[in-house]
């Protein structure tokens, strides 16, 4: 898998979370990563469709628009619906779980959570929504 086909959007409204998840992205060779503060922002991001967004990383609890707010607005938009959402909270009751997946969630992660945590997971929606990027098997290069 060519780990530059992804592009990330951090959104939490906590400067230091989004820093800590951009560092762990970086440490499993994620490069190409933008920030938002709320879901308003990252709405925008998204909207205006010129940093090419394929994975969403989102805090569940945010002022001006939540996590799950911004995650019905994004399956609810047509040029949006396909992108991946990873809910990152620290809100661990089934409940919200629950809540997450009916309104489109890929997955959801309780923090604090670790970089193999973090990893799983999106390799798992990778798979499970991207699968045509993901390397069946070692590539052979034959030469003429």
């Not at 996590?67 to 399956?75: C, K, V």
């Not at 009751?93 to 992660?109: F, P, R, T």
Request: hydrophobic share 45%; charged share 20%; proline share 3%.
């Amino acid at each position: 898998m060519n780990k530059d086909q992804f592009h990330f959007l951090i959104v939490d409204d906590f400067s230091t979370m989004r820093r800590i998840v951009a560092t762990l992205l970086k440490e499993l060779d994620f490069s190409r990563i933008t920030e938002a503060d709320n879901g308003i922002t990252a709405m925008k991001i998204l909207t205006d469709n010129v940093t090419n967004i394929n994975f969403v990383l989102a805090d569940w609890n945010m002022p001006a628009m939540d996590g799950l707010t911004m995650l019905r607005n994004i399956r609810a938009t047509a040029h949006l619906r396909q992108i991946p959402v990873l809910m990152l909270t620290a809100e661990a009751n089934k409940e919200n779980v629950i809540e997450a997946a009916s309104a489109g969630a890929d997955g959801y992660i309780v923090k604090p959570f670790s970089a193999g945590t973090l990893s799983r997971q999106i390799e798992k929606i990778i798979l499970r929504r991207y699968p045509h990027l993901v390397d069946a098997a070692p590539s052979t290069v034959q030469s003429a």
